[in-house]
């Protein structure tokens, strides 16, 4: 089994915990590969039946939401200085959200930041880990009294 938890704390009252195990991206592949034999799918069994010759579909649709929740971060309206670290000092990195830097820009030295930090610290941030992070993000800055200055640490374990 891979898996990793996600928990998050801030200066609110906000808080976070998100578990996932699953066998890898893989073994969704085996499902489809399943489903698509199921008798009456007509047309839709064809479909699902094409998505499981290829791994790959299934890497690339991880990837198109990733993409989603990175773009959903461009938007953030709220400062936020964030903290991402692993259990037992496996990996480390701080960045900030700031309504003057919005957009891409703050998006891209985000993902370039985690990026350098799993680099030195030989951990790989998985598709599934990056979406969690920017769910958890977003969903602080939603839920933040706005004016506040908001520090939030998320610490996963892989």
Sequence with gaps: MIGFSLSATSNTL????????????????????????????GLAGKVIAQGSKSKDVINAAFGGLL????????NIVNQIGVTVHGAGDTF??????????????????????LKRTSDVYDQELGDQVMIQICKTIKEFDSRMPFGMLG????????
């Design 92 to 113: 480390f990195s701080y960045s900030t959200f700031n309504i003057k830097d919005y957009g891409f820009p703050m998006v891209r030295a985000f993902v370039l930041d």
């Design 151 to 158: 520090q939030l640490w998320i610490e996963i374990e892989f």
């Design 14 to 41: 906000y808080s976070r915990n998100y578990e996932q195990y699953s066998e890898g991206d893989f073994w969704i592949s085996d499902a489809i590969s399943v489903m698509s034999k199921l008798p009456g799918l």
């Design 67 to 74: 993409n989603g929740c990175l773009a959903d971060l461009t």
